[in-house]
């Protein structure tokens, strides 16, 4: 059973313009929510997160929006670059006690020139 | 200069052999992690550390074995017990301060024929 879902296995966007990443979660105890960016053949790399008490977190070109109640959360890259193509994966946490993080499948993002 | 490093980037091994892949941090991370990655697939937990000679199973910890002598290090063998070992390997480790943000290794690429 899948607890954390990114619906989409592809993106295409057209540089310049917003990109908008998707992921739901059916577990209801996750707190803490993560993006993480890859390129092939390497490890991932932390982009942003947020806590549940929040609905809005921001930091730079990217914005997480968390939806409690929907179990969503989203991330918006404005404006997409090139360098952006990647594959992006969505991370939920239970939080204290734990601390271990539950990936959805990710999202192939191309920022087309 | 800190990080996580996995070597070698590519391994190829017969069927029925056991491997066993590297992980070493310099970070001074307590908790340490691999993770498993198929195509199309998102990161999958084999096995996690939380303290030096600690470790406790993941979602998939079958066919693997881990273990945590030194806290630098946290070396992984994919046994001959494992049905379908070619994957893409990676190690993360998790600082104390920052309990949510795992940092990842360049990850190894697996081949077993």
């Known amino acids: 059973d899948q607890q954390v879902k990114q619906n989409s296995p592809s993106l295409s966007v057209q540089e310049g313009r917003i990109s908008i990443l998707n992921c739901d979660y059916t577990?209801?105890?996750?707190?803490?929510f993560l993006w993480y960016k890859k390129y092939p053949a390497e490890g991932p790399t932390f982009l942003i997160s947020?806590?549940?008490?929040?609905d809005k977190n921001e930091d730079g070109r990217f914005t997480v929006f968390l939806n409690k109640s929907a179990k969503h959360l989203s991330l918006h890259i404005v404006p997409s670059q090139p360098g952006d193509s990647a594959v992006y994966f969505c991370?939920?946490?239970?939080?204290?006690?734990?601390?271990?993080?539950?990936f959805g499948k990710g999202t192939k993002l191309s920022v087309i020139p | 200069d800190g990080g996580i490093t996995q070597s070698p980037k590519y391994l190829f091994r017969k069927e029925g052999q056991n491997v066993t892949l590297s992980c070493e941090q310099n970070?001074?991370?307590?908790?340490m992690y691999w993770y498993r990655q198929d195509p199309g697939q998102g990161l999958r937990l084999i096995y996690y550390?939380?303290?030096?000679?600690?470790?406790q199973k993941g979602d998939i910890a079958e066919g693997y074995s881990v273990s945590r002598e030194k806290k630098e290090s946290f070396p992984l063998t994919v046994t001959s017990a494992q049905k379908n070992p070619t994957a893409f390997y990676l190690c993360?480790?998790?600082?104390?301060?920052?309990?949510?943000?795992?940092?990842f290794g360049p990850g190894t690429r697996l081949t077993v024929t």
């Open positions: 993360a480790s998790r600082p104390r301060r920052s309990p949510y943000e795992q940092y």
């Open positions: 577990n209801s105890m996750f707190d803490y």
């Open positions: 947020i806590s549940s008490i929040k």
């Open positions: 991370a939920a946490s239970p939080g204290a006690g734990s601390y271990q993080l539950t």
């Open positions: 970070l001074n991370h307590d908790a």
């Open positions: 550390s939380q303290i030096v000679n600690d470790f």
